[in-house]
């Protein structure tokens, strides 16, 4: 059985986004961090992602074309295409890259059966997305990137109206002042 794993960027006052949508301040700045991410990404057989984070993350079914791409880069790109993605969207038409299904709503016994039957641990992205997992008692890790910035507002990384015992399996300082929590659900399958 695979985990279902809740893995985002957030400012330190706990937002993913700021009032205005945007989410750049979550973007790696430097190699250190970009090698860690990809290795942590690694272990997804599928990604369920919502329509916006489907939109940021279809630039890996191209970036190993670009020029004077670094090699982790390469790999990554490489890793991504090989998954299964699902992208959670009311309004996508149609996919922009391969091993991707578009499904119009959450079904949170679609997910339990894809968990069930999965090799590989599956990542949920997108605050929303990730809301009606985390509802439906499927999320099994929270794992947050923790970037030193406060935003003030915009959209939080995690539903009010919840409540889910945590505990704390793995934690990492980087060099330029982000932090790395990852926290098991307990209850959940580990």
């Not at 430097?30 to 369920?48: C, K, N, P, Q, Y």
């Not at 929270?142 to 505990?167: A, H, N, S, T």
Request: aromatic residues 10%; neutral net charge.
């Amino acid at each position: 059985m695979a985990r279902l794993i809740y893995m985002m960027n957030m400012s330190l006052d706990g937002y993913t986004e700021d009032e205005r949508g945007n989410f750049g301040f979550g973007a790696p700045r430097d190699e250190e961090v970009h090698r860690w991410i990809f290795e942590r990404v690694a272990s997804f057989g599928t990604f369920l992602n919502g329509r916006r984070m489907y939109e940021t993350m279809v630039y890996w079914e191209t970036a190993h074309t670009l020029p004077n791409q670094p090699q982790f880069v390469v790999d990554f790109a490489k890793q991504w295409q090989a998954a299964e993605k699902i992208v959670y969207s009311r309004t996508l038409a149609e996919p922009r890259s391969a091993r991707t299904r578009i499904e119009r709503a959450f079904d949170s016994e679609a997910v339990r059966q894809l968990k069930a039957a999965a090799e590989q641990d599956i990542s949920i992205a997108g605050p929303e997305l990730a809301a009606h997992a985390i509802r439906a008692g499927l999320v099994d890790e929270l794992q947050m990137r923790i970037c030193p910035v406060v935003i003030g507002g915009g959209k939080r990384y995690l539903p009010d109206g919840v409540r889910v015992d945590l505990e704390l399996a793995e934690e990492r300082r980087f060099r330029n002042g982000e932090i790395f929590l990852r926290y098991a659900v307990r209850g959940q399958s580990k």
